[in-house]
């Protein structure tokens, strides 16, 4: 059974950082590119950034790059954030989310092409 569990979540002041990870068991860790998404009330869910399985090149979202870093550690089977620069428009749930390559290398940005999801971890930023 797969499961991903995220952890670091918090309130944080704007202009602060905070650094989330994501454990991941029950895959072949290398083969899923992994993604992180976040969803604020009201709203729909939203791109974070990605990284291949090899952790080789990451992708992010305009609203995040420059400020957000995206890495992987395949011998922990962990995927973090390290979210710098934080704003008050960050505020939101963060799901770590998994993306079985197959032999397609190309990071997807969609939602709905990952195969699995963890539960979330809420991150409050205040002004």
């Known amino acids: 059974q797969v499961q991903l569990v995220e952890s670091g979540g918090g309130l944080v002041q704007a202009g602060g950082s905070l650094r989330l990870s994501c454990a991941a068991s029950?895959?072949?860790?290398?083969?899923?590119?992994m993604g992180w998404f976040r969803q604020a009330p009201g709203k729909e869910r939203e791109f974070v950034a990605t990284i291949t399985g090899s952790g080789v090149s990451t992708y992010y979202g305009d609203s995040v790059k420059g400020r957000f870093t995206i890495s992987r550690d395949n011998a922990k089977n962990t995927v973090d954030l390290q979210m710098n620069g934080l704003k008050p428009e960050d505020t939101a749930v963060y799901y770590c989310?998994?993306?079985?390559?197959?032999?397609?290398?190309?990071?997807?940005?969609?939602?709905?092409?990952?195969?699995?999801w963890g539960q979330g971890t809420q991150v409050t930023v205040s002004s």
């Open positions: 029950g895959l072949t860790f290398r083969r899923y590119a």
């Open positions: 989310a998994a993306d079985f390559q197959d032999t397609r290398v190309a990071l997807r940005t969609a939602s709905h092409e990952y195969d699995y």
